[in-house]
């Protein structure tokens, strides 16, 4: 079982819509989680960071860990077309060393006018 | 201030071939990590290096090498080139390793 699996989609949402992104992990030990959002032709770029369990905010978006059922996920409220992207969840090893994320295959978003 | 910086964008090689790609990271970032990332398998570790010394390394065959100069600018190299290898290959840099990680826009590599 691969350590961080991803809903692949792609999913497509009109304008205004709430978005839920989803990610499973196999390791409870794990604490750190991330999010990250990749632009087509572009690297990765850390959107959210959160470490155990709970939920951390950032403008429209929301990021939860529910360690429990080891799920974590992004929440994009009122999604715009420039949400559209690749995004990738990702966990580090529990020293909190990012020098090896594990990374799921993203979900392609698309959010249409 | 200027940020990851990856160079070429693309490449094109035949099987056999070896490629060597550059990566200048954030001006003071000394850790610099490589990822391949493919349709397939999604994004994967190759390895970290941080003052010039590889301190970490992923799941990838001897083919995959790397290093890094006293400038922090750092270089890996696919020697024997497969078609498997065709990937987009990112490379990041941060501070430290408990940093954020910031990533280059990355080379696409097609092996024909």
């Known amino acids: 079982q691969k350590e961080v699996e991803q809903d692949p989609g792609p999913l497509s949402v009109p304008e205004g819509a709430i978005v839920s992104l989803n990610c499973t992990y196999s390791n409870s030990a794990f604490q750190y989680f991330m999010w990250y959002r990749q632009y087509s032709r572009k690297g990765p770029e850390l959107l959210m960071y959160t470490y155990s369990s709970g939920n951390k905010e950032d403008g429209r978006f929301t990021a939860q860990v529910d360690k429990s059922s080891k799920y974590i996920s992004l929440f994009i409220r009122d999604s715009q077309p420039s949400d559209s992207a690749t995004y990738l969840c990702?966990?580090?090893?529990?020293?909190?060393?990012?020098?090896?994320?594990?990374f799921g295959k993203g979900t392609l978003l698309t959010v249409n006018p | 201030k200027a940020g990851v910086t990856q160079t070429p964008r693309y490449l094109i090689k035949t099987r056999g071939q070896q490629v060597t790609l550059s990566c200048s990271p954030i001006?003071?970032?000394?850790?610099v990590s490589w990822y391949q990332q493919t349709p397939g398998q999604g994004l994967q570790f190759l390895f970290e290096?941080?003052?010039?010394?590889?301190?970490n390394k992923g799941n990838f065959p001897g083919r995959f090498s790397g290093r890094q100069f006293s400038n922090s600018r750092s270089e890996m190299n696919v020697s024997t080139l497969e078609l498997g290898d065709s990937a987009l290959y990112l490379c990041?840099?941060?501070?430290?390793?408990?940093?954020?990680?910031?990533f280059g826009s990355g080379t696409q590599l097609s092996v024909l």
């Open positions: 001006s003071g970032h000394r850790s």
């Open positions: 290096y941080f003052s010039e010394t590889q301190r």
């Open positions: 990702a966990r580090d090893n529990s020293g909190g060393s990012n020098y090896k994320l594990t």
């Open positions: 990041a840099s941060s501070l430290g390793q408990e940093a954020q990680l910031f």
